[in-house]
């Protein structure tokens, strides 16, 4: 599958909340239901608040596109002196596997010179997604109660990996 990986639009939220929305439910159905992940995708990827982060200062958020259609997304942004934060980093199960994923986290590795860290947070029974970090060099380096937001009430491993 080719893809191309470019800064995303206000004409892509749309189909970014869609992609996240299908990927959500086919990663957490068996893990927090389907209804609370319902909850969660109109929280956290409603077309609103995905077009909040095309304006924030100090982050990057790309898509991996087809030239058709959009089969991936990451998210991250600086939250320290020298460290970055991978919020999202998703790829529609149909496309997963095969290569989308590794080319968004390698271009947001290169979005941040002045970051020596990368920091994320994903859930514990999230096995594909461990297997991926940890595969492309991410180690555990601790846990979270709130994953994604202080009062989330979502569990997380948090994993990092060094950039320079």
Not at 13 to 42: F, K, N, P, Q
Not at 62 to 84: F, L, Q, S
Not at 87 to 97: F, M, R, S, T, W
Request: charged share 20%; net charge negative; glycine share 10%.
């Amino acid at each position: 599958m080719t893809v191309f990986i470019h800064s995303a639009a206000s004409a892509d939220i749309d189909a970014v909340s869609e992609l996240l929305g299908l990927t959500w439910h086919a990663t957490y159905d068996d893990i927090y239901g389907r209804d609370r992940v319902s909850e969660i995708t109109a929280a956290w990827h409603s077309p609103k608040a995905l077009a909040e982060n095309l304006q924030r200062p100090h982050s990057e958020f790309i898509v991996a596109d087809t030239g058709r259609e959009i089969v991936g997304m990451a998210y991250a942004g600086m939250v320290e002196k020298e460290v970055a934060m991978l919020h999202q980093l998703y790829v529609h199960p149909d496309a997963q596997g095969r290569g989308a994923g590794a080319m968004l986290l390698g271009e947001i590795c290169q979005c941040f010179p002045e970051a020596r860290l990368l920091r994320l947070e994903v859930e514990a029974a999230n096995h594909g997604g461990v297997g991926f970090y940890r595969q492309y060099g991410f180690t555990e380096t601790g846990r979270t109660e709130n994953c994604g937001n202080p009062q989330s009430g979502i569990p997380a491993l948090v994993f990092e990996r060094r950039l320079q």
